[in-house]
């Protein structure tokens, strides 16, 4: 595996008030509003301190953004300066031309933030203050008395954003096709300097110290039992999670695992073909890997040794959604077929609605320090395996960005609670495919329970 620098390649402020936040009976002006928030967009209803567990650290939190913040969205989408087309007629030169300019007219014209904003308002959403950094979360407890709970962390192009559709099926089963003894309660944080979440001031946010952020977050809202879950960076902090071994973590579940071998890493970084030996499903993993350590890994090259460079993304919409866009291979060939009016697990609007999220509150830069970040500390490949001791279940999503083989797993896992492979889905699996992520995580962690 190509190290970390080069392959991973892999305030106590809070949003306070809102432009329509009201004060002492009169409302914030625009202008006051973003002087309090030191020009950050986005807004949290300014309540009197509540827990969900009825202790004084945990805050209820509301979005409204102001009128004003998405017709200047707007504004700016219509005076995009576009470049020259591609000079090929494939994405081999990145996102295509045809693709960002339908994304744009869409964005522009037919995008409403409103229903977006309404979904996350629809569901409990809430701050706490976690090592000097205002951590925002979703908490919804079942119904049923025996759920379990389970925190899901998303990555990065990814947000909250992603695990809306699942949270119904999750918490209330029995509404979804599922039995009562399958509920979880949810726990959906925001990585720090992501959404909601604040934005760190210093250096050393790492996986590390997320993980155990986020097992100081389960230990406040009550949790002595509980499971993590994650893709992405979701993978890497569930993962150290289970390194940590927190009281209460019991078991985590990962839909992108880090499984590869370390001659694997090394045959490929030597630039060996890969070995006879190996399986189809290895061999399918090989090609996966090499194509995306060859041309998949300029957004995190950048963002791992370069983020604070990265000063367009917060300037322009455009530039913004083309650089997300720019993930994965497989991902982005999906979008680009919704904007061709074809139908998949994602819609135009579901694509919109993460990247608007990235646009108003201005986290293009301080959610890719997290790159910058981890590079500090670690020298290890993110699909690495780390040598995590407690029970892991992997679900295995055809086009992530690597296909992890079972024959994989069970060396990196020592206690493989579970292992599927789908025939369907890829990175963003459980906001692409909420029906079959859902049944995977009923299925990993019945064991458990």
Same mark, same amino acid.
Not at 322 to 330: I, K, N, T, V
């Given at each position: 595996?190509?190290?970390?620098?080069?392959?991973?390649?892999?305030?106590?402020?809070?949003?306070?008030?809102?432009?329509?936040?009201?004060?002492?009976?009169?409302?914030?002006?625009?202008?006051?509003?973003?002087?309090?928030?030191?020009?950050?967009?986005?807004?949290?209803?300014?309540?009197?301190?509540?827990?969900?567990?009825?202790?004084?650290?945990?805050?209820?939190?509301?979005?409204?953004?102001?009128?004003?913040?998405?017709?200047?969205?707007?504004?700016?989408?219509?005076?995009?300066?576009?470049?020259?087309?591609?000079?090929?007629?494939?994405?081999?030169?990145?996102?295509?031309?045809?693709?960002?300019?339908?994304?744009?007219?869409?964005?522009?014209?037919?995008?409403?933030?409103?229903?977006?904003?309404?979904?996350?308002?629809?569901?409990?959403?809430?701050?706490?203050?976690?090592?000097?950094?205002?951590?925002?979360?979703?908490?919804?407890?079942?119904?049923?008395?025996?759920?379990l709970p389970m925190i899901i962390t998303h990555g990065w192009p990814g947000s909250i954003i992603e695990q809306m559709k699942v949270i119904g099926p999750?918490?209330?089963?029995?509404?979804?096709?599922? /039995?009562?003894?399958?509920?979880?309660?949810?726990?959906?944080?925001?990585?720090?300097g992501y959404g909601f979440s604040g934005k760190p001031k210093q250096a050393g946010w790492e996986v590390d110290r997320i993980a155990k952020a986020w097992?100081?977050?389960?230990?406040?809202?009550?949790?002595?039992?509980?499971?993590?879950?994650?893709?992405?960076?979701?993978?890497?902090?569930?993962?150290?999670?289970?390194?940590?071994?927190?009281?209460?973590?019991?078991?985590?579940?990962?839909?992108?695992?880090?499984?590869?071998?370390?001659?694997?890493?090394?045959?490929?970084?030597?630039?060996?073909?890969?070995?006879?030996?190996?399986?189809?499903?290895?061999?399918?993993?090989?090609?996966?890997?090499?194509?995306?350590?060859?041309?998949?890994?300029?957004?995190?090259?950048?963002?791992?040794?370069?983020?604070?460079?990265?000063?367009?993304?917060?300037?322009?919409?455009?530039?913004?959604?083309?650089?997300?866009?720019?993930?994965?291979?497989?991902?982005?060939?999906?979008?680009?077929?919704?904007?061709?009016?074809?139908?998949?697990?994602?819609?135009?609007?579901?694509?919109?609605?993460?990247?608007?999220?990235?646009?108003?509150? /201005?986290?293009?830069?301080?959610?890719?320090?997290?790159?910058w970040d981890a590079a500090q500390v670690s020298t290890a490949g993110f699909f690495d395996p780390r040598n995590v001791q407690l029970p892991v279940a992997?679900?295995?999503?055809?086009?992530?960005?690597?296909?992890?083989? /079972?024959?994989?797993?069970? /060396?990196?896992?020592?206690?493989?609670?579970?292992?599927?492979?789908?025939?369907?889905?890829?990175?963003?699996?459980?906001?692409?495919?909420?029906?079959?992520?859902?049944?995977?995580?009923?299925?990993?962690?019945?064991?458990?329970?």
């Amino acid at each position: 595996m190509i190290p970390f620098d080069a392959a991973s390649i892999l305030d106590r402020r809070r949003f306070l008030g809102a432009a329509a936040t009201t004060v002492a009976g009169s409302t914030l002006s625009l202008l006051a509003f973003h002087q309090r928030l030191e020009a950050m967009t986005g807004t949290l209803t300014d309540v009197a301190p509540e827990s969900t567990t009825g202790g004084p650290d945990i805050r209820p939190f509301r979005v409204h953004v102001p009128d004003a913040e998405l017709t200047d969205l707007r504004r700016r989408i219509q005076a995009t300066r576009w470049p020259s087309a591609e000079t090929v007629k494939d994405d081999t030169q990145g996102v295509q031309f045809a693709t960002m300019q339908k994304l744009a007219r869409y964005w522009a014209t037919d995008y409403d933030w409103r229903k977006a904003e309404a979904r996350i308002n629809a569901v409990p959403n809430f701050v706490t203050e976690i090592d000097g950094l205002d951590i925002h979360f979703i908490h919804v407890k079942s119904k049923e008395k025996n759920a379990l709970p389970m925190i899901i962390t998303h990555g990065w192009p990814g947000s909250i954003i992603e695990q809306m559709k699942v949270i119904g099926p999750l918490t209330n089963p029995t509404a979804y096709g599922g /039995k009562a003894e399958d509920a979880f309660d949810v726990v959906i944080p925001s990585l720090p300097g992501y959404g909601f979440s604040g934005k760190p001031k210093q250096a050393g946010w790492e996986v590390d110290r997320i993980a155990k952020a986020w097992a100081t977050l389960m230990q406040r809202l009550g949790y002595t039992r509980y499971v993590a879950q994650g893709g992405d960076w979701g993978n890497a902090v569930s993962e150290v999670m289970a390194l940590q071994t927190p009281p209460g973590l019991l078991a985590i579940s990962t839909n992108m695992a880090a499984t590869v071998p370390a001659e694997i890493s090394k045959a490929m970084a030597a630039g060996s073909p890969p070995p006879s030996t190996l399986s189809p499903d290895e061999l399918n993993a090989w090609k996966q890997l090499d194509f995306f350590y060859k041309k998949g890994l300029g957004y995190a090259i950048e963002m791992n040794n370069r983020p604070q460079t990265l000063y367009a993304l917060e300037d322009s919409p455009v530039g913004l959604a083309s650089w997300m866009l720019d993930h994965d291979d497989r991902s982005y060939k999906l979008i680009a077929r919704v904007f061709d009016g074809q139908k998949e697990g994602l819609t135009r609007d579901d694509i919109l609605d993460n990247i608007t999220l990235y646009w108003l509150t /201005k986290t293009a830069v301080s959610s890719a320090r997290l790159y910058w970040d981890a590079a500090q500390v670690s020298t290890a490949g993110f699909f690495d395996p780390r040598n995590v001791q407690l029970p892991v279940a992997v679900t295995v999503f055809p086009d992530e960005i690597y296909a992890a083989p /079972k024959s994989w797993a069970e /060396k990196a896992y020592p206690k493989l609670l579970y292992f599927s492979k789908l025939d369907k889905g890829g990175h963003f699996a459980a906001w692409e495919q909420p029906e079959i992520f859902v049944r995977e995580q009923r299925a990993a962690f019945r064991a458990v329970r």
